[in-house]
């Protein structure tokens, strides 16, 4: 899944996570999860396929830098998808990943989505 820019989030991005993640209750929790992220067309945000675009891109040939709009994009559907993960997991699952800042980083790296 590409990130377009014209992508957004439905304003309810699914149902509540009514399970939260736990050591025991990966299964469960994944069948709630993925649905709602697939829906929303934006699974390329966990599994890897849409990474972040440059955060600067150049402005011409001085070599000036320019903040990438594409990047500010990406990012604002990444922390979307991000906080419906965090708000779907388990105190004990938090302390886990609680330095992660990316929705790959958080599924793909650390719960193995």
């Not at 675009?53 to 320019?66: L, M, N, Q, V, Y």
Request: proline share 6%; aromatic share 8%; hydrophobic share 40%.
């Amino acid at each position: 899944m590409s990130s377009s820019a014209g992508a957004a989030l439905p304003s309810t991005f699914g149902h509540p996570v009514t399970e939260k993640l736990t050591k025991s209750n990966y299964t469960l929790w994944k069948l709630q999860v993925l649905p709602a992220i697939r829906g929303a067309q934006l699974v390329g945000f966990i599994d890897g396929s849409s990474p972040a675009p440059s955060e600067e891109i150049a402005t011409g040939t001085d070599g000036k830098k320019a903040p990438n709009p594409a990047y500010s994009a990406w990012l604002a559907l990444d922390q979307q998808v991000f906080n419906y993960l965090v708000a779907s997991l388990s105190k004990d699952v938090l302390k886990q990943v609680a330095t992660c800042s990316t929705a790959v980083a958080l599924l793909k790296e650390n719960i193995g989505i």
